[in-house]
């Protein structure tokens, strides 16, 4: 990725190994509450990221997942609980003060604006203006400089769009969920969060993704990934967090714990007490 | 080559995609039509002086219709239009000539009730979520009821100079023009700058395309649409003034119409009722298609029945060769 | 009998000072005579079922004579009818029913004769030059549009329709016909058209005040103003300053507060004594004009000032 | 028990989900408190007669407005409603009066005009994907010219008796009902069934509440569309009877303010113009409030001018009131 000096609102990722012995705890959520009238979609869900971390979350269909991040990532506000950012305590009202703390989200039903270009898409609420003190004052866009990031920014996944300009509406599934991931990879820096961003890709697209969100790590951002495709999850994560009933039910690690039990925790076939420790994480 | 080519490259389509799209070309192409034919009807209709004529019979509307547009961007609609305009011309004309206010000070005073108007639609539906439609129900009775008690229903008359301002004309040729058009037009280039190439511009266009996910974008959607509804009615303080500036008067049973004409003018000029798409000129364009009409069909004899009948008929035939365009293109 | 008088006056709408003024000299009057006063209004001028409703709502209130200013002449009778079944006196003010035997009595303007003054005087005005008339009309089918502008013409003595027709006559010297709604905006987009139909226009003929004044707005901006008379109907105070100012050549001034006041006291005299009034009371029409022209009977701007309505 | 029962079991709630929900118990309220403000007010408001007068007086609408809401629910709407009754009175009128046709027959005709105009409004809407707002505004336009065309803007009077069917009145002990206002709510509640128990009318929601997933799922959208206007142009027609029974006359001016008039009811009934939402005896209920202020604040001897104010105030109070009851629910 090239980066222009001009344009302060994304920072070049820097490239640094990660040799910390003891994790940093990056975000973190404690007794997460969120009811939708008689539903309850968290009933006090804990939550933790670590630096540098793929965590993956996974869970039957209504477990919270969706809900949880929505919590991290300010667009719902929980009932109760409380989340913490780099230790301390964040009250994110918003899904922009989410935003201004570094956290980038792909949401579920990706959040595109149909009629606006893929360009605009990926920066809308965060659109290049041109320089000077009277397009500041004006928020005057530079389009054209909006047109060449955007380039770059979707350079990484072949996901065969001609042109920049062109309405997302006339993409398909998959493209549009490319838009969506290509615009939260190039904004983050701090946490970057997917909920089932390959869901609606196909197997060369999918694993493009799933090497962006490598890349990602590697730059040292940590990134949550919801998933339902466990290949894909035991390919890339580095922990998963299984959600059941609104709650966490554990963290396992991947490369001590095998498919089937990770399914049958998640669908309540297995107790933890039934595990081994040796595969929590 | 049948391959489509991988990656994202600058398309060598770009050029034919920075021709106007089809939204502001659809109306266009109505005008010259409607232009043509009555051109071949009456050899009075294609002079500059009639152009203009229509130009300043439009004015107010086309003014009112940007209000209209910013907020039909926003999937809203505003059927208080009319009747805040006219409660604002009853401020703008009583305060100068009752209260005795300097006229420019009256005329802010007016503009800005039509702005606390736009303000409190603006409010209601984001405060409290509820439907434009309903909400501006409300408020147009509320305005018209307001305009009436506090002008008991009398025409104001003998306006200072300020207040006439932009009837004031230059020439051009032989052509007569008011200042009031050359107004309408700066607007225009104004907000057609504003809406495409600002940020907030864009964001209208997001928060009427996708509300949810531009709310998730971090735009603050309820800020934006009340920010729309309070500049539409700073336009309508606008209007109220060019309004005034025309007849000379603040009438109070001015503007009952304006919203039934106004949303034509929008969806003439290509914008759709669902928000998220159209463009602002292509609005001006609307309001000068129904002026040509009305003027057109004046001077072929044509009487007010059959004109509301060949209106009728117009609007179905714009929207359907509209859409008949978009899904050839 | 001898009851409480209470009267309720409806007006087609309360947009317009004719009404408005119409309004207050009933309330002035019942004041005085002690009677209890109500009033209601269409939304619009023509809205038929909202007078319904205001006559049905009257009589449930209890009233003894409502007193109306038809908006339709026609489609109101039935409504009237059940009321005068009710007891109620059922008076019409400004504007005839049709048949006009539908109501109890009528105190009105002849409408037909207002045009016709104005007609003479514009004929006498044009000092024989040939008549090129635009006529700025009120909307399709109402009898009182019907019957000023017939009137004018007959009063010119030009080619016209009679006084029950509710149609526009439009004999060749009429060039350019418009529909205006009585509205002063829509009055003056009207002229500037017809003035591009044909720049010769000599004479417009005005529904009422509020039109003529958007008309001699689209004249001043064509520089035409000295060269064409507008005649106009009403009365109203501004749109006698209008005739002062020479805006207005003349007008035919009609007499709302009498209509009113006649009213409200055929409405004390039923609930005194039972007596209904009866028949058509003609309440009057002057012409009003800055310039008298000879073999024409105009009264001067001080009578139509002292006798106008409105402010 | 903290836990979430799993799976898909019979909520032991459920006797409380087949209360009226709050869409209907919030329009009730609002009419009772009316009701016991003006009883307060006038000591002739709250008696049989009153009551019977109001219902008569908001009949017509009442029956536009069943047609309003079942677009409405679709998530569309019809600004044309009225002009297009109109229509169809003077198609009953003079083909009895003019054409000597039977009666019965030339009602008929009358309703075939009015269900041809909502065909017309459907297969615009849904052969061209046209907004219906814009559809119904030319519609609108169209009807009015051709009532004021056909009619020669006259008044047409001396009907016969077949026309004034509804007008004709039976006592319940002392007040005198119209049978015009028994078919109101025998129409109701005809449509109330169709709408909670019958296929189609649960496909109508589903079209209003989400027209892609309705069509995915085998509804034919376009179909339930179409129908749906052809439908509601049929009610105009028995609205157009009605009106022509109140008043014994068929008036080319009558209808002009319905639009808004039925749009109101629906609102304040509780429809949401989203489409979707709504129960259509809110609407029955929305037309009452209307006639209940009306009447009462006449009673009151209230102006109306104010009266328009206090319409205003008041539509944007229900509302506001039932988004407040919704959150809280
Ligand atoms: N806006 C809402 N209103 C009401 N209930 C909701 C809402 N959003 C979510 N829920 C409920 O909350 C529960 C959890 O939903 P959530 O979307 O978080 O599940 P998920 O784990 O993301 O499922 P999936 O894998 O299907 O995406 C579900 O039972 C859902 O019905
Ligand atoms: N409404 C539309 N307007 C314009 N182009 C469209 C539209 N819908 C699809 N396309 C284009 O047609 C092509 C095929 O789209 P389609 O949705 O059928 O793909 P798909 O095979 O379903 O892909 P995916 O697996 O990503 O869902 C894409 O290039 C897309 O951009
Ligand atoms: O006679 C009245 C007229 O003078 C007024 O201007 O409009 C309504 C008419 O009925
Ligand atoms: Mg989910
Ligand atoms: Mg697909």
């Known amino acids: 990725m090239e980066l222009n000096p001009v344009q302060n609102a994304r920072p070049n990722p820097v490239l640094e190994p990660t040799p910390a012995p003891k994790p940093k705890v990056v975000l973190e959520a404690r007794g997460l509450v969120k009811r939708y009238g008689h539903v309850t979609a968290l009933d006090g869900a804990d939550f933790e990221l670590r630096e540098g971390e793929i965590l993956a979350v996974i869970g039957d269909n209504g477990a919270g997942k969706s809900t949880l991040i929505k919590a991290l990532s300010g667009a719902i506000i929980p009932d109760a609980g409380e989340i913490y950012l780099d230790g301390k305590q964040v009250h994110f009202r918003s899904p922009i003060d989410a935003r201004k703390h570094g956290i980038e989200t792909v949401y579920q039903d990706l959040a595109v604006a149909p009629a606006m270009t893929i360009a605009e898409n990926l920066f809308l609420g965060r659109e290049i203006l041109r320089p000077g003190w009277f397009a500041r004052l004006i928020r005057w866009i530079d389009k054209k400089k909006m047109l060449e990031e955007a380039i770059t920014d979707m350079q990484d996944l072949k996901i065969g769009i001609r042109s920049m300009s062109q309405a997302v509406e006339t993409l398909s599934g998959g493209q549009r969920q490319g838009v969506a991931v290509a615009r939260s990879a190039a904004f983050a820096r701090h946490v970057v969060i997917m909920d089932e961003p390959t869901a609606a890709l196909g197997v060369k697209e999918g694993n493009m993704v799933l090497e962006l969100i490598r890349r990602v790590r590697d730059s040292g951002l940590p990134v949550i990934i919801i998933s339902h495709n466990m290949p894909h999850v035991f390919e890339i994560a580095d922990r998963i967090h299984i959600q059941r009933l609104g709650k966490r039910a554990a963290v396992v690690n991947p490369k001590k714990i095998s498919m089937s039990d990770t399914v049958a925790v998640m669908t309540g076939a297995k107790t933890l007490a039934e595990l081994n420790p040796e595969v929590l994480a | ?329 | ?311």
């Open chain 3, 1 to 311: 009998q001898n009851k409480t008088p209470y009267v309720g006056l409806i007006t087609k709408t309360e947009s317009n000072p004719f009404f408005v003024k119409m309004k207050e000299g009933a309330q002035k009057e019942a004041q005085k005579l002690g009677a209890k006063f109500i009033s209601a209004a269409g939304k619009t001028d023509g809205d038929n079922a909202g007078q319904v409703a205001a006559i049905e709502n009257m009589v449930a209130a209890g009233v003894n004579t409502i007193l109306i200013t038809p908006s339709d002449a026609k489609a109101i009778i039935p409504a009237i009818k059940k009321a005068q079944a009710a007891g109620v006196q059922v008076i019409a003010l400004d504007s005839p029913t049709d048949p006009a035997s539908a109501v109890d009595a009528l105190f009105a303007t002849n409408n037909y004769q207002a045009g016709v003054l104005i007609g003479k005087y514009a004929a006498a005005a044009l000092k024989g030059k040939k008549p090129v008339i635009a006529t700025l009309d009120l909307f399709p089918g109402h009898p009182v549009g019907a019957q000023r502008h017939n009137g004018f013409l007959t009063g010119f003595g030009l080619k016209s329709l009679g006084a029950e027709s509710n149609e526009l006559a439009k004999p060749a010297e009429v060039v350019c016909m418009a529909d205006t709604f009585g509205d002063r905006a829509k009055g003056q987009t009207a002229m500037e058209n017809c003035l591009q139909k044909n720049p010769n226009i000599n004479l417009v003929y005005t529904i009422n005040e509020p039109a003529a004044a958007g008309a001699f707005q689209a004249l001043k901006a064509a520089g035409k103003e000295k060269d064409v008379i507008i005649v106009s109907v009403d009365g109203g105070c501004e749109g006698v300053r209008n005739v002062d100012q020479g805006i207005i050549a003349a007008t035919s001034q009609q007499y709302p507060l009498r209509m009113a006041a006649m009213g409200v006291q055929a409405a004390v005299e039923y609930a005194k004594t039972g007596k209904k009034a009866s028949g058509y009371v003609d309440t009057g029409v002057e012409l009003i004009a800055k310039t008298a022209v000879p073999g024409v009977a105009s009264k001067d701007v001080k009578y139509g000032l002292a006798n106008c309505w409105g402010q």
């Open chain 2, 1 to 329: 080559m049948a391959e489509q080519p991988s990656g994202v490259t600058q398309s060598p389509r770009s050029l034919l995609e920075r021709l106007p799209s089809l939204t502001i070309l659809g109306p266009l192409v109505a005008l010259l039509l409607a232009v043509i034919f009555f051109s071949l009807q009456s050899e009075r209709f294609l002079t500059g002086q009639n152009f203009s004529l229509i130009l300043q019979q439009v004015s107010v509307v086309a003014v009112l219709a940007i209000g209209q547009t910013l907020i039909i961007l926003t999937a809203g609609i505003d059927l208080s239009v009319g009747f805040v305009m006219a409660l604002g011309t009853m401020v703008m004309a009583k305060f100068a000539v009752e209260l005795g206010m300097p006229p420019l000070l009256a005329i802010l005073c007016g503009m800005a009730v039509t702005t606390a108007f736009g303000f409190l639609n603006g409010f209601l539906i984001t405060r409290f979520k509820l439907p434009p439609f309903i909400v501006t129900l409300g408020t147009m009775n509320i305005a018209f009821a307001l305009t009436q008690i506090y002008s008991r229903a009398q025409t104001v008359s003998n306006l200072p100079d300020a207040h006439l301002l932009w009837g004031n004309t230059f020439r051009i040729g032989e052509t007569v023009f008011t200042y009031g058009v050359v107004l309408v037009i700066v607007l225009y280039l104004l907000v057609w700058f504003f809406l495409s190439e600002t940020a907030p511009g864009r964001h209208l266009y997001a928060v009427g395309n996708n509300p949810e996910a531009a709310r998730l974008m971090g735009i603050p959607t309820q800020r934006v649409l009340l920010l729309t509804y309070t500049i539409a009615g700073f336009f309508y303080g606008i209007a109220g003034w060019l309004l005034i500036s025309r007849t000379s008067v603040a009438d109070p049973n001015a503007g009952q119409t304006e919203n039934l004409e106004t949303i034509t003018a929008v969806v003439l000029g290509g914008t759709s009722l669902f928000g998220g798409r159209g463009m602002v000129l292509g609005t001006l364009l609307g309001a000068i298609i129904v002026g040509v009409f009305r003027n057109g069909l004046t001077l072929m004899g044509v009487s007010s029945v059959y004109q509301v009948l060949i209106t009728g008929i117009l609007v179905i035939l714009a929207v359907v060769a509209d859409q008949i365009s978009k899904r050839r293109g």
